[in-house]
């Protein structure tokens, strides 16, 4: 019996293996420059270098991750000295996440490693076929419910 669906043309198949490869390359790169930070942990920290302090609740909603991944993922953040977490004033139930300097001195070594990964990763694109790209992903994450920002 053959089956009329082929995974290799995917848009799941296709874009969860170049999430894992790119989430691999980070890594392995960041750990070859001694840095102990996973790129689940780098999309953290440079949503909040760059929006800023916020809640652990509104920076999972940002990674679109459930709260107990979130937690975990905090959990190691703070563990390795990237971030704190302190009580929101406005709300002493709430506590913001922001990013340490240990995180500020490391972000431009992470993100040079990062855009080297993207450069590889796009190789042979022309530069219109990158914004295709990325405007195409963008509106697959609006479409599945996620915010595109």
Request: charge should be positive.
């Amino acid at each position: 019996m053959t089956f009329s669906y082929d995974h290799n043309q995917s848009l799941g198949y296709l874009t969860g293996i170049a999430s894992r490869l790119l989430s691999n390359t980070l890594a392995t790169r960041l750990k070859a420059a001694g840095i102990e930070m996973t790129s689940e942990q780098w999309g953290a920290i440079i949503i909040l270098l760059n929006e800023g302090a916020m809640t652990q609740g509104q920076l999972g909603e940002r990674l679109h991750l459930e709260k107990s991944s979130m937690s975990r993922l905090t959990d190691g953040l703070e563990k390795r000295g990237w971030i704190v977490r302190t009580k929101d004033l406005n709300d002493s139930r709430q506590k913001l996440v922001t990013p340490t300097p240990k995180a500020l001195e490391t972000a431009e070594q992470c993100a040079t490693i990062a855009r080297a990964i993207h450069e590889e990763a796009q190789a042979g694109m022309s530069e219109s076929e990158r914004i295709a790209s990325r405007s195409l992903l963008s509106r697959l994450i609006k479409n599945l419910g996620g915010a595109s920002r």
